[in-house]
């Protein structure tokens, strides 16, 4: 193997650390964009710009909704865990 193949197959092997940052959470909207384009495009038989440009509009309006109310269900989960499970026990959380 050349030295440029292994850096390239070592880049896959590491994880990738991604922040919590607004400018991070920035890179979900061209994911989400990019993911309801394709699908609809997968599933009209012919594609007219206004309706399809309205149908994926609305899928990305509710697959954003959706991860942001999964987003605050999971932040609601972590307090109860984190903060009020350990309060009712009487101890520190970790």
Not at 11 to 32: K, N
């Amino acid at each position: 193997m050349t030295a440029l193949t292994c850096t390239l197959l070592a880049g896959f092997t590491t994880p990738m650390r991604i922040d919590t940052t607004v400018g991070s959470m920035l890179w979900l909207l061209p994911l989400v964009v990019a993911i309801a384009v394709v699908y609809k495009a997968t599933k009209v038989r012919q594609i007219e710009v206004r309706a399809f440009a309205r149908e994926t509009g609305l899928l990305i309006g509710s697959i954003l909704v959706f991860i942001a109310v999964a987003a605050l269900i999971l932040y609601g989960v972590a307090w109860f865990v984190t903060e009020q499970i350990p309060a009712m026990a009487g101890g520190p959380a970790f």
